[in-house]
């Protein structure tokens, strides 16, 4: 315990005019950030989303479930990789046994419910249509280079 306190003293240090928001770009005090630790490493986290914008998160998310209900027929696939929830979720992994609330992050609107491999493709790619095309790209060059590797 008093290892993770010193990291987060010295992390204070470090940020002593505050942190940046990568949400809504705004420079805050520390104390306005979640500060995480890992107690099997010793080491310790400041998440870069102010707890603002995270509870505001929380709530766009609490109000689209109540308006979008949750899958229930046992067919409903995946609208990205048309998998349905069984095949998603082949190891009973907790996380992977549900569908995930899909939503547009600059608009905050609703897009569906998805697998959690696709949502956190999305969410890696931050919805950015350009990058998710150059992933594409990048992709069919390498397929491309093992077809002719096979030729």
């Known amino acids: ?15 002593e005019e505050g942190l ?22 010793g080491e310790a986290e400041i ?22 209900i949750y899958p229930q027929d046992k067919n409903y696939s995946c609208a990205i990789c048309e998998r349905k929830i069984e095949e998603v979720n082949k ?5 992977l046994g549900t569908w995930v609330l899909d939503h547009c992050h600059d608009t905050n609107t609703f897009r569906g419910y998805i697998c959690k491999h696709c949502n ?18 990048y992709m069919k060059k390498h397929k491309e280079k093992l077809n002719e590797t096979n030729d």
């Not at 940046?20 to 630790?37: A, G, H, L, T, Y």
């Open 91 to 95: 190891y009973n992994q907790k996380l």
């Open 47 to 68: 998440k870069r989303t102010c707890r603002s914008c995270q509870k505001g998160h929380r709530q766009v998310i609490a109000s689209l479930r109540k308006k979008h």
């Open 120 to 137: 956190d493709g999305l969410g890696g790619f931050r919805d950015d249509l350009t990058t998710i095309e150059k992933a594409f790209i």
């Open 20 to 41: 940046v928001c990568i949400k809504c770009d705004i420079r805050q005090p520390i104390e306005n950030f979640q500060q995480m630790s890992y107690t099997k490493t």
């Open 1 to 15: 315990m008093t290892k993770q306190l010193e990291l987060f003293n010295i992390v204070e240090e470090i940020c």
